[in-house]
């Protein structure tokens, strides 16, 4: 061997023992400059961080106002995220551009405690990007979304607060109005996603909306991802939606599941939204792609007796779904809607009542949302369905109703009546010995791993104040990192029709 080919293999080993570059942590300041390093004295602007960040760095983000259209493009490794860290959660604030920050085509990237508002179209806009886990944020006053992900897997989105988007976007190519604007929206068949302990309310659209069906003209495989139209594993846990869907056209149900698959909601609520509760279907797509095989356990959704299309919907071949323990109280609609094609849900040990229509708790409906029929809930029991389920007032359930405290009463009827979760039930650390039905306070253990708790930060030191009162109304009830073009998601959730 040459003298250069040794020269060479000792370079080579060198490099292999000293092991990957050291983690740096920056610094990002509204008083910094770009020509800084980032560390004696810190940059100015987040895409000059965005341009320099490597596996392992975290950018400190100082508190102050930074300006929008950041483009992030560089993965980091499952035990070297890449992080933004905001010193003081929401205090650290990216305003304007046409998406406020987007991340393409970046593995393992962390977002903690930004505040992103007023982009004309977008907040955070995530694509064909893997592990990202976005925590303690704000997303506020944005055109469409709040945050929209497109064909990313194994997502962590936790703690966050998404308010007041949908206020519309409209330029030569697009026109998206109101309801459209969905607090958090995870699209196109990225599986997996953990979605918990976020308070979304006075969006547009929806509170949440998962769906799996993408733009048609892209199947296959993509980086790291099956673009299949189905997203399957989605958690979604303790996270409380109000006030959404004042849409002009319409608006969205608290939440929408779309071609969502072997997936859990628990412990939601959802209260005082102004379109659906929780809506399963497949948006036109065809009921080869509705939500299957889901487990939907100890929610409650509450509506105000003159408000709320639905409490909970199963439409266009969502099939198979799994109904336990929730309290459904619908306003001027129907606690359960149905249709042919999605056959009647496995639903037992709930609470269904509608304040306007107890004629009809359970609706049947057309694929389009056309009701067709019904039945009281007397009725429904003699069908033998919801046996062991209930027709309560919400008056007699809840701690109270004038203060939006949806923790059981002390007597409620509720409390120690739901089914125990055990076999096709079994959530893993469960909260509480007995079984109620309904929701309940949330406390630190999450219900599902994190998939990058190595980087988890401190928790915000300030808490997400709790919802203004509600008045009852008039009854008294109540890596390789090369770019894959994607076009933007389709427009497939904002039509003024009756089922989301």
């Not at 092991?19 to 910094?32: D, E, S």
């Not at 920050?101 to 064909?128: E, P, Q, T, Y």
């Not at 069908?383 to 809840?398: E, K, M």
Request: hydrophobic share 35%.
């Amino acid at each position: 061997m040459t003298f250069a080919a040794r020269l060479l293999c000792w370079a080579g080993l060198a490099v292999a023992l000293a092991g990957p570059a050291r983690a740096t942590t920056y610094r990002c300041a509204p008083g910094g400059s770009d020509s800084e390093d980032g560390l004696t004295a810190p940059w100015r602007t987040l895409q000059h961080a965005a341009n320099h960040l490597r596996p392992g760095d975290t950018v400190l983000v100082a508190d102050g106002s930074y300006p929008g259209g950041v483009v992030h493009h560089t993965s980091g490794r499952r035990d070297q995220p890449i992080t933004y860290q905001a010193e003081h959660p929401g205090k650290a604030v990216v305003s304007g551009g046409i998406i406020g920050f987007l991340i393409d085509n970046s593995d393992w990237v962390v977002l903690d405690g930004l505040k992103v508002r007023s982009a004309a179209s977008r907040g955070v806009r995530v694509l064909v990007s893997h592990h990202l886990v976005v925590r303690h944020c704000t997303f506020c006053d944005n055109g469409i979304e709040g945050i929209i992900t497109g064909y990313c897997n194994d997502l962590l989105i936790e703690d966050n607060e998404s308010y007041g988007n949908g206020r519309g976007f409209h330029d030569s190519d697009d026109d998206f109005p109101a309801s459209k604007g969905h607090g958090i929206y995870v699209s196109s068949s990225g599986d997996r996603p953990v979605v918990r302990r976020n308070r979304c309310h006075d969006n547009g659209g929806c509170g949440i909306q998962v769906n799996g069906y993408g733009d048609p003209d892209i199947n296959g495989q993509l980086r790291g991802v099956v673009a299949d139209h189905i997203i399957t594993g989605a958690v979604l846990t303790d996270n409380i939606l109000y006030r959404n869907g004042r849409g002009e056209d319409g608006g969205g149900a608290g939440i929408n599941l779309q071609s969502v698959r072997d997936s859990l909601l628990y412990n939601n609520l959802l209260y005082c939204n102004f379109a659906g509760g929780i809506a399963c279907f497949a948006d036109y797509a065809g009921p080869q792609w509705g939500c299957q095989n889901n487990r939907l356990i100890n929610n409650t959704i509450y509506f105000k007796p003159d408000e709320g299309r639905y409490g909970l919907q199963f439409l266009e071949g969502s099939k198979g779904n799994l109904v336990r323990n929730n309290i459904i109280a619908a306003g001027r609609g129907p606690a359960l809607e149905y249709d042919v094609a999605s056959g009647e849900p496995d639903s037992d040990y709930n609470v269904l009542f509608s304040a306007r229509e107890p004629s009809r708790v359970v609706a049947v409906a057309t694929g389009d949302g056309d009701v067709t029929g019904g039945f009281s809930f007397a009725a429904w029991q003699r069908h033998g369905r919801d046996a062991r389920s209930q027709n309560v007032t919400p008056d007699r359930l809840f701690a109270s109703l004038n203060g939006a405290d949806f923790s059981l009463a002390q007597a409620s009827p509720a409390a120690g009546a739901g089914a125990l979760l055990t076999g096709a039930l079994a959530i893993a650390n469960l909260r509480q010995g007995r079984q109620d039905i309904g929701w309940s306070p949330p406390v630190e253990e999450s219900t599902e791993p994190a998939p990058a708790e190595k980087n988890a930060s401190p928790p915000p030191t300030e808490k997400t104040p709790a919802a203004p009162p509600i008045d009852k109304g008039t009854v008294a009830m109540p890596t390789d990192t090369g770019a894959t073009p994607v076009p933007d998601e389709p427009d497939r959730d904002g039509d003024d029709d009756d089922r989301n």
